[in-house]
């Protein structure tokens, strides 16, 4: 069975940087295309970024463009979520997902595994 396991999250100010990561256990990521999403109090589980099974592609939501990169680390069956320039709106539990298919992961339909999250809390 395959684990998702994020680290990572804190407390930021406005401005600064965190990296995430998560590593999988019980199975090789590069058997899986990768992705975050996070959940803010009251609002749906919304997408952040996804990232294909070599690495060669990444996709991100407009709000963090420019600010977040997905990457991964197969040899460490680990992805990374690095996020500089935080937002006070960027304030979220912060999830890890898979898919073992070849498609990509822009809704939380297409996901066949979640981590158990970690929280981002941005201050001012």
């Known amino acids: 069975q395959v684990q998702l396991v994020e680290s990572g999250g804190g407390l930021v100010q406005a401005g600064g940087s965190l990296r995430l990561s998560c590593v999988v256990s019980?199975?090789?990521?590069?058997?899986?295309?990768m992705g975050w999403f996070r959940q803010a109090p009251g609002k749906e589980r919304e997408f952040v970024a996804d990232?294909?099974?070599?690495?060669?592609?990444?996709y991100y939501a407009d709000s963090v463009k420019g600010r977040f990169t997905i990457s991964r680390d197969n040899a460490k069956n680990t992805v990374y979520l690095q996020m500089n320039s935080l937002k006070l709106e960027d304030t979220a539990v912060y999830y890890c997902?898979?898919?073992?298919?070849?498609?990509?992961?822009?809704?939380?339909?297409?996901?066949?595994?979640w981590g158990q999250g970690t929280q981002v809390t941005v201050s001012s």
């Open positions: 990232i294909s099974r070599s690495g060669g592609r990444t």
């Open positions: 019980g199975g090789t990521s590069s058997s899986y295309v």
């Open positions: 997902a898979a898919n073992s298919g070849w498609s990509t992961i822009r809704t939380t339909n297409d996901v066949g595994y």
